[in-house]
């Protein structure tokens, strides 16, 4: 078994062989493929952000430049690097620069706070922190100005810090960076309190987003629209931002991804694919209705993050005049995509089958023994772009993963004579709203940080737009605390919004399983609607 960085885990040797043998592995390196696309496409636009449009050459200069800025700066091979950017042509400038100098993004999403952003500088020893200045009203500098990092690089109006824009070198002759090794970590969604990190190698990515633009039939005539926050596995890699770079397309970037922002992006600039989750989904079908754009280039739009249900799978072929394809993954690393060529009754109620040939699924009972084919039990996978073991967490890998090298993925499934997988719920304890997973475990920690609270559990309840809400029941400490005072409690404590409850119960007692622990499954019968 190979070791990546300090305490991530990577394949064994005969895994290795095996992946590179069969072609999944190449070879390459992200800042390497840019250059190869750089070569093949030239002047061809990359990139598109408001009216900046990017060649594939000019993006290939501009990560020159900004890798040998940060070398000046002193930024080092494997140094970890915390991004907090939107969706702007610097998240894809620097995430090239740093593969090219071996540097790591960590990639936190713009609605983290202080509690997730300082968790994850802690965790990962980062020694620099990128963020733009003011980003729908928060602004992150003040938050920069709490953390100990070496380096805080700012799009915009830098204050006390760096400019990004002003980090620059003369290029130069980089030592090669090792295919094998950490491109980036990704943040999971969290089971057990604060998010892990997910190591992902190049060699890993490059294929994840190789396969998936296959698997969506990419080709240099699409137009992605990157809708959702761009560090997100989903919409960077699955196949998102590489995936159509890969191909000579353009990825196209949008501020948000409502009908009012994205609907005139894919009329201006002819967007072919894109990719949402399900809330979303169901809010640009409605939108038809009533908006004047001319959205007639859509052919594809990838829905995931959370499970879509069929109406909704039925409803966005007339309305969008486009194939809508279920995606089910994780950034730990198995995607599953419906096909082009799937029969109605699979695209309307299957999640997809597996990317790769080489992943192996497994669906097992409580005592871990495969369960009767098309019986619902926990998927447990491993393959060619499937972690490990989390970054620093050799603890929680030790259950997390099987003695043989499965993920326990923690998500139910049934599993179809196909392949294809139907997902039927979660055993982990984590809400999922609007794609959002929102562990319950934190955010109980955090509840019980109130004087108010006496006992708190954190529960999904059905909502149609969302899928679930977040709902803290409570019982109180003396006068019972509202909502309104919760809330800004956890934001006080640096709570991101979207793991704030959106509901709030108090009982005068929470009900208990047969062992002592609250009884999360009687809750949510009790209280749903």
């Excluded at 772009?385 to 923690?410: C, H, I, K, V």
């Excluded at 991101?496 to 499954?521: E, F, H, N």
């Amino acid at each position: 078994m190979s070791t990546l960085i300090d305490g991530a885990v990577g394949w064994p040797e005969e895994f290795a062989a095996r992946y590179r043998e069969r072609g999944y592995w190449r070879g390459d390196t992200l800042g390497g493929l840019l250059r190869d696309w750089a070569r093949s496409f030239g002047d061809d636009i990359a990139v598109v952000c408001g009216e900046e449009r990017v060649s594939y050459r000019e993006l290939d200069r501009r990560a020159d430049v900004l890798a040998a800025g940060l070398l000046d700066l002193g930024i080092a091979r494997d140094d970890r690097i915390v991004v907090q950017l939107p969706n702007v042509t610097e998240f894809v400038v620097l995430l090239f620069a740093l593969a090219r100098i071996g540097a790591i993004p960590v990639m936190a999403l713009p609605a983290h706070r202080r509690a997730e952003i300082t968790h994850l500088v802690e965790l990962s020893s980062a020694v620099g922190y990128v963020i733009p200045d003011v980003f729908q009203g928060f602004d992150h500098r003040t938050l920069a100005a709490e953390l100990d990092v070496r380096h805080v690089l700012v799009v915009g109006d830098p204050g006390e810090h760096t400019a990004l824009s002003t980090v620059a070198g003369e290029p130069r002759e980089l030592d090669p960076v090792d295919p094998t090794s950490v491109a980036l970590l990704l943040i999971s969604g969290g089971t057990t309190g604060r998010p892990k990190l997910i190591p992902r190698t190049h060699d890993d990515y490059a294929y994840n987003a190789r396969a998936s633009a296959e698997v969506c039939e990419l080709t240099s005539a699409d137009r992605y629209l990157v809708a959702l926050p761009i560090a997100h596995n989903y919409p960077l890699a699955c196949p998102g931002v590489l995936g159509i770079l890969g191909v000579g397309g353009t990825a196209v970037m949008a501020p948000a991804p409502s009908p009012d922002v994205a609907f005139a992006l894919v009329e201006k600039e002819g967007v072919t694919v894109t990719g949402l989750v399900p809330p979303m989904a169901r809010m640009w079908v409605e939108a038809t209705e009533w908006s004047t754009e001319d959205l007639s280039s859509l052919r594809l739009i990838e829905v995931g993050g959370a499970k879509m249900d069929p109406d909704l799978a039925r409803a966005m072929p007339p309305a969008l005049g486009c194939v809508a394809q279920q995606v089910f993954g994780m950034a730990e690393g198995l995607l599953n995509y419906t096909r082009p060529g799937d029969s109605t009754d699979l695209l309307e109620n299957s999640q997809g089958r597996p990317l790769s040939p080489d992943d192996e699924v497994r669906v097992v009972d409580a005592d871990g023994h495969d369960v009767e084919p098309g019986a619902v039990g926990e998927l447990l996978t491993r393959g060619p772009y499937t972690l490990r073991g989390y970054y620093r967490a050799e603890q929680y890998n030790a259950t997390a993963f099987t003695p043989d090298g499965f993920y326990r993925s923690g998500d139910l499934v049934r599993q179809l004579p196909s392949g294809h997988l139907v997902v039927e719920g979660r055993i982990k304890d984590v809400i999922n709203r609007g794609g959002e997973k929102v562990p319950a475990g934190e955010l109980e920690d955090l509840l019980l940080a109130h004087p108010a609270v006496a006992q708190a559990a954190a529960i999904g309840l059905p909502d149609e737009t969302l899928g679930e809400l977040v709902c803290a029941v409570i019982v109180a400490a003396g006068t019972p605390p509202k909502l309104k005072q919760l809330r800004a409690h956890l934001a006080e404590l640096g709570l991101a919004r979207y793991k704030q409850p959106d509901k709030l119960v108090v009982l005068d007692r929470l009900p208990l399983t047969a062992v002592g622990k609250i009884s999360k499954r009687d809750l949510v019968a009790q209280l749903s609607p």
